[in-house]
DNA sequence: CATAGCACCTGAGGGC
DNA sequence: TGCCCTCAGGTGCTAT
């Protein structure tokens, strides 16, 4: 479900809220996410006071006043939502916080595909599959074309994919941002010349912004923090869009495979 | 090492 | 109405 626009859009909401609060409880209600939840999760955050929420690619992490941070990866269908004391319980609440003001901080993951762990502070890179975040400055056209040197065989769409180099990108914005950029979701990494790369840069921080500006892309069941929806899948070009005409030229999009995920493209507007 | 494919889960939606 | 099939925003293991 969620990718960099959708977490930002809940660190945004949450921080403000979580910030400086200390975790008065915690209840462990199933481990089994596709990483077991561990033994000593509870205890590692039972009595810890909150110093920062950030992210990176799609993790948020949360610091602790012990020095240890608590990872949160969303996977496909994760939620982590704010509510008051006497929340009914959901299906698939898995665990649940509460805060000393209270509040109620509930992880909801129907297809336990998320994770969930308290880490060192200094393991929190080798934890996060630390590639680059999308949105750092530092990801430049020299940047992604050197890249592209070392993965030159693989497709562009799984070069963006790949969160061990740039991380936040999943399915729904690199179908878009390789649609503003006009390339083509197939092309080899290894034929992308200098200018695609600063193209492909470009289209990644507009279409990244664009869409944390509407609080993410909301399919089917991504909510924010407190349960808001986001409105940027009305602004999608081509995600979800085969055979409905391109917003630029009219042209069909098409639809395809690739490296396993849905892909779509307008053949006239990417080569 | 680089790359492709499938497995991991549950629920929603379409076709019949 | 209900059954069966396919598909879904992600990642990680395994086999080439």
Not at 44 to 56: A, E, F, K, Q, Y
Not at 120 to 129: F, I, P, R, Y
Not at 130 to 136: K, P, Q, R, T
Not at 157 to 183: C, H, P, S, T
Request: glycine letters at 10%; aromatic letters at 6%.
């Amino acid at each position: 479900m969620p990718e960099l626009p959708e977490i930002e859009t809940i660190v945004r909401g949450l921080a403000p809220v979580l910030q400086a609060r200390r975790i008065a409880a915690v209840a462990v209600r199933d481990r089994r996410l596709r990483t077991r939840i561990a033994r000593d999760f509870a205890e590692s955050l039972t009595g810890r006071r909150i110093v920062g929420v950030r992210r990176h690619g799609k993790f948020m992490l949360v610091a602790l006043d012990d020095g240890h941070v608590w990872l949160v990866h969303l996977g496909m269908s994760g939620r982590l939502t704010l509510g008051r004391p006497g929340r009914p319980d959901m299906p698939h609440d898995h665990v649940v916080l509460r805060l000393d003001d209270g509040r109620l901080l509930t992880y909801n993951d129907p297809r336990r595909f998320g994770r969930l762990a308290v880490v060192a502070g200094d393991a929190v890179a080798g934890e996060t599959v630390a590639g680059l975040d999308a949105l750092s400055e530092r990801l430049t056209a020299d940047f992604l074309h050197a890249r592209s040197r070392r993965h030159r065989r693989t497709t562009v769409k799984a070069l963006l994919m790949d969160q061990r180099e740039i991380a936040g990108l999943g399915n729904i914005y690199v179908n878009e941002i390789l649609f503003q950029a006009g390339v083509r979701p197939r092309r080899r990494a290894g034929r992308l010349t200098r200018d695609d790369c600063a193209r492909l840069v470009t289209a990644t921080r507009a279409v990244l912004d664009g869409a944390i500006a509407r609080g993410g892309s909301s399919i089917s069941d991504y909510r924010d923090g407190f349960e808001r929806f986001g409105s940027y899948q009305s602004e999608h070009q081509v995600y979800d869009r085969a055979g409905e005409p391109c917003r630029r030229c009219g042209t069909a999009i098409r639809a395809c495979v690739i490296a396993g995920r849905s892909s779509f493209y307008c053949p006239r507007c990417q080569r």
